[in-house]
T-cell receptor, first 115, second 114 residues
Framework: AQKITQTQPGMFVQEKEAVTLDCTYD???????LFWYKQPSSGEMIFLIY??????QNATEGRYSLNFQKARKSANLVISASQLGDSAMYFC????????????FGKGTHLIIQP | DADVTQTPRNRITKTGKRIMLECSQT?????MYWYRQDPGLGLRLIYY???????NKGEISDGYSVSRQAQAKFSLSLESAIPNQTALYFC?????????????FGPGTRLTVL
C-alpha cells in the first residue's frame, strides 16, 4: 500500500489565488513527521514546511501553511496568494519507523501558476 | 558555495559500465543519504549513513553500493549499470537533531544509461 498519496498529478491556478495541494499518508506509528518539498524546473529540492504528529498547531512558514488533519491522515499544503515563481513540482514526504530514517515521498503534484 | 555538492552533474554511460557518483558536504552533518528520482515518481531511498562506520540499505539498494570515505563524503556506485538505472540521483544530509531533522539536498546528478 502506498504510504504517501498525492491525488493531483497537475494543477493550474490563477496568480494571486490560494491553492491547496492534497496529501494523505498511511502509518501505524504514533510518532511521525510530514514534510513538503518544492522542486522547480531546475531540479533542486527545496524544503518548505514540516509538521510533527504531536504538534498541536498547524505549521506555517510565510505563505505556506499545512492543514493537518490527524484523524483523516491528511497533511495538505496551502499556498496563499500564489505567485508565478510557485510553479513547480511539490512533494509530500513522511518519516516514520518504516522509512529507515530516510523520507518516503509521494509522486508529487505539478503546479502551474497562470498570469 | 553550495553546502551539498554532487559530481558529476550529468553523466551518460553504457550498459555494463561501472560508475561512481560523489557527494560532498560542508554542513558538518553526520547523516547522509542517497535517493533516486524517476519521472512521475517521488524520490526513493537507496542507502543512508549515520556516520563513517554506519551504512544502511534503503528501499531500493539492489544494484548499488556506497562508500562513506569521511564525514563529508558519501559515494554511490553502480557496479554494472543497466538502463533502468537511468534517473536523477540526489544526495542529502541531516544533522540528526531535533524532531524535524531536516534533510538538505544536493543539486542532483542526472544519469543516463544507454
Amino acid at each position: 500500500a502506498q504510504k504517501i498519496t498525492q491525488t493531483q498529478p497537475g494543477m493550474f491556478v490563477q496568480e494571486k489565488e490560494a491553492v491547496t495541494l492534497d496529501c494523505t499518508y498511511d502509518t501505524s506509528d504514533q510518532s511521525y513527521g510530514l514534510f513538503w518539498y518544492k522542486q522547480p524546473s531546475s531540479g533542486e529540492m527545496i524544503f518548505l514546511i514540516y509538521q510533527g504528529s504531536y504538534d498541536e498547531q498547524n505549521a506555517t512558514e510565510g505563505r505556506y501553511s499545512l492543514n493537518f488533519q490527524k484523524a483523516r491522515k491528511s497533511a495538505n499544503l496551502v499556498i496563499s496568494a500564489s505567485q508565478l515563481g510557485d510553479s513547480a513540482m511539490y512533494f509530500c514526504a513522511m518519516r516514520d519507523s518504516r522509512s529507515a530514517d530516510g523520507l518516503t515521498f509521494g509522486k508529487g503534484t505539478h503546479l502551474i501558476i497562470q498570469p | 558555495d553550495a553546502d551539498v555538492t554532487q559530481t558529476p552533474r550529468n553523466r551518460i554511460t553504457k550498459t555494463g559500465k561501472r560508475i561512481m557518483l560523489e557527494c560532498s558536504q560542508t554542513k558538518g552533518h553526520d547523516r547522509m543519504y542517497w535517493y533516486r528520482q524517476d519521472p512521475g515518481l517521488g524520490l526513493r531511498l537507496i542507502y543512508y549513513s549515520f556516520d563513517v562506520k554506519d551504512i544502511n540499505k534503503g528501499e531500493i539498494s539492489d544494484g548499488y553500493s556506497v562508500s562513506r570515505q569521511a564525514q563529508a563524503k558519501f559515494s554511490l556506485s553502480l557496479e554494472s549499470a543497466i538502463p533502468n538505472q537511468t534517473a536523477l540521483y540526489f544526495c542529502a544530509t541531516s544533522d540528526g537533531q531535533g524532531a524535524i531533522d531536516e534533510q538538505f539536498f544536493g543539486p542532483g546528478t542526472r544519469l543516463t544509461v544507454l
